[in-house]
């Protein structure tokens, strides 16, 4: 039972365009939602992070969206650049069990030149 | 150093035989985080140290699967007759609290034949 779903496998996205990349949840439990990026053969590094009690968080040309009621969230990556290209993991987490993070499955993103 | 250290990147076990990761923390990092990430996969969660106690080992698959940090930093992650089905990359993480974004080290990718 995968409690956070990444559905794309795969995404192209033109430079300079906008990338948006999408997360769903299923356990109404979490409540701490992180974006992580992965190179090849390095470990995953943390991108940007938010908490239920906010929808909206921005950090230079990366956004996560939270929409608690429909159970999703979603990176957007303003402009895409090529060294953007990466996976992309979703994780998700409970503050009261804080320390355990349940994560989706990846998305890898390609920016075309 | 600066980062977290985890040794040796590759290890190629026969099945039935021991084995031993190595992670070094970043100096100071009261939590550390092992996860296992199966090809094509997100991380999942193993265990978890809050100095030298391990907090929450609800994550490891069997009892050949054994954690420790007996100092609070250095933490190794041991694997007795190891099996096919364990192949896989073995992530170690640290942070300052059990909170948000840790930093995760390179991995040591374990396969088993």
């Known amino acids: 039972d995968q409690q956070v779903k990444q559905n794309s496998p795969s995404l192209s996205v033109q430079e300079g365009r906008i990338s948006i990349l999408n997360c769903d949840y299923t356990n109404s439990m979490f409540d701490y939602f992180l974006w992580y990026k992965k190179y090849p053969a390095e470990g995953p590094t943390f991108l940007i992070s938010i908490s239920s009690i906010k929808d909206k968080n921005e950090d230079g040309r990366f956004t996560v969206f939270l929409n608690k009621s429909a159970k999703h969230l979603s990176l957007h990556i303003v402009p895409s650049q090529p060294g953007d290209s990466a996976v992309y993991f979703c994780a998700a987490s409970r503050m009261d069990s804080n320390y355990q993070l349940i994560w989706g499955a990846g998305t890898k993103l390609i920016i075309k030149p | 150093g600066a980062g977290v250290s985890q040794s040796p990147r590759y290890k190629v076990a026969k099945r039935g035989q021991d084995v031993a990761l190595r992670c070094d923390p970043i100096s100071g990092h009261v939590s550390l985080f092992w996860y296992q990430q199966a090809l094509g996969q997100g991380p999942e969660f193993l265990t978890y140290?809050?100095?030298?106690?391990?907090?929450?080992k609800s994550g490891l698959p069997s009892d050949r699967f054994f954690a420790e940090r007996p100092e609070g930093s250095v933490s190794t992650l041991k694997i007795q007759r190891t099996q096919q089905e364990d192949s896989a990359v073995y992530l170690c993480?640290?942070?300052?609290?059990?909170?948000?974004?840790?930093?995760f080290g390179s991995g040591t990718r374990l396969t088993v034949v």
């Open positions: 993480a640290s942070s300052p609290g059990p909170l948000g974004g840790y930093t």
């Open positions: 140290f809050q100095n030298e106690a391990q907090l929450d």
